[in-house]
Each structure stands twice: as C-alpha cells, then as structure tokens.
C-alpha cells in the first residue's frame, strides 16, 4: 500500500489543523494505522494510532486535544489536531500495519507516507 500524507502547515499556538493519509489499493479497511511525529533532533515517537474496527490510542502528550478516525470507503485516515502546542512542532508521518490493532512502535508498521510538516508558533 502506498499513503500519501497532506494537511500540514504553519498554524498559531492554539490553532487548529487537520491532516489527511490517502491509501492507494483496496485493502485500506484491512490495516491499523498510526500517526507518528518527528522533530528536529529527536527521535520518531508515536502520535495515535486506530485499528481495523475502529478502537484509538493516543500519545499522552495528545492525548485530549487529537483525534484519529478513518474512513474505509475513502481509504483515507485522519488526524483532527486542536489547541496546538509549539511542541507539536514535527514532521507528521502516517503509517500502516498489516494487522488487525494498533500499536506504538513504530517498528511493527509495514508502510510509511512521506510526512508533511507542522509548524507551530508562539
């Protein structure tokens, strides 16, 4: 499966974005997927993930003000972002696990967008 990343952008401490994962094929419904971020510096650390039938885990960090959904008929999974932080500042990279539940590590997921970049500001 090939996903395409989209939606970021530079945004006000407080703000709002809302990235979008777009799946090529047709066994999008089959996946888990996950949200992951990178910043400058830092290690890959994980964001939320959603699995097959719909169950979510976010980052304690996120957690309360992201939310991830998908939508299998669009192929496409989500990640709704309120009340940014500067923190939040990353590369945000979408990922796919072939795999009924989600998980955390980024080492159990099978394919990777190309992220696209969130920058927050003071």
Same mark, same amino acid.
């Given at each position: 499966?090939?996903?395409?990343?989209?939606? @970021?952008?530079?945004? +006000? =401490?407080? %703000?709002?974005? !809302?990235?979008?994962? *777009?799946?090529?094929? /047709?066994?999008? #419904? $089959? &996946?888990?997927? @996950?949200?992951?971020? +990178? =910043?400058? %510096?830092?290690? !890959?650390?994980?964001? *939320?993930?959603?699995? /097959?039938?719909? #169950? $979510? &885990?976010?980052?304690?960090?996120?957690?309360?003000?992201?939310?991830?959904? !998908?939508?299998?008929?669009?192929?496409?999974?989500?990640?709704?972002?309120?009340?940014?932080?500067?923190?939040?500042?990353?590369?945000?990279?979408?990922?796919?696990?072939?795999?009924?539940?989600?998980?955390?590590?980024?080492?159990?997921?099978?394919?990777?967008?190309?992220?696209?970049?969130?920058?927050?500001?003071?």
């Amino acid at each position: 499966v090939q996903l395409q990343a989209s939606g @970021g952008g530079l945004v +006000q =401490a407080g %703000g709002s974005l !809302r990235l979008s994962c *777009a799946a090529s094929g /047709r066994t999008f #419904s $089959t &996946y888990a997927m @996950g949200w992951f971020r +990178q =910043a400058p %510096g830092k290690e !890959r650390e994980f964001v *939320a993930a959603i699995s /097959r039938s719909g #169950s $979510t &885990y976010y980052a304690d960090s996120v957690k309360g003000r992201f939310t991830i959904t !998908r939508d299998n008929v669009k192929n496409t999974v989500y990640l709704q972002m309120s009340s940014l932080k500067p923190e939040d500042t990353a590369v945000y990279y979408c990922a796919a696990r072939r795999s009924l539940i989600y998980s955390s590590s980024a080492s159990l997921y099978d394919y990777w967008g190309q992220g696209t970049q969130v920058t927050v500001s003071s």
